[in-house]
């Protein structure tokens, strides 16, 4: 366990200790079950649950999910799009974006680029087919600028 990987009373979120260490346990493993949670917190199984169902309809916790290593499911080049869009499409860009398998997430930003979105693709062969034949074909996207990563040091997606 590396409960102390996640510092939540640093980052401002006002939870009790016991819910805080939950929380942990969960960022770190969203697969360990109650009663494992339970011996760590030193709580019954029954009250464990009850906080994570309470932190549920709460919406503190949104999703239990997995991470995938994208490079062992052949999607080896992670890309970083910036994308102008005609601001009356904005919405509907962001959705057909949002749609599609290849995109991960799709913020709305500020700054000259309204939407960035994050994909990951087979390799940099693929890249250029991936934004000019499925990226631009989606009406109100007026400019396309890409990154690609060369080096993860953090990824978590704790927050959303």
């Known amino acids: 366990m590396r409960e102390d990987s996640l510092e939540f009373d640093k ?13 942990k346990l969960l960022a770190n493993d969203s697969r360990i079950s109650y009663a494992e949670i339970a011996r760590e917190v030193h709580l019954s199984r029954m009250a464990v649950r009850e906080r994570v169902m309470k932190m549920l309809e709460e919406g503190i916790i949104e999703r239990f999910t997995v991470q995938l290593n994208s490079k062992k499911v052949g999607l080896d080049t992670p890309v970083f799009l910036q994308i102008k869009v005609a601001p009356s499409k904005l919405d509907d860009v962001a959705n057909e974006l949002a749609k599609h398998p290849k995109i991960e997430c799709v913020y709305a930003m500020t700054g000259k ?12 062969d693929n890249l250029q087919k991936f934004i000019f034949e499925e990226i631009y074909k989606i009406e ?12 993860k040091y953090k990824s978590r997606k704790l927050f959303t």
Do not use: C, P, S
């Open 11 to 23: 980052l401002g979120i006002h939870l009790d200790k016991t819910d805080i260490r939950i929380l």
């Open 140 to 151: 109100g996207i007026t400019e396309v600028e890409y990154n690609i990563m060369t080096k």
């Open 113 to 124: 680029n309204e939407l960035q979105a994050h994909a990951f693709i087979e390799d940099f």
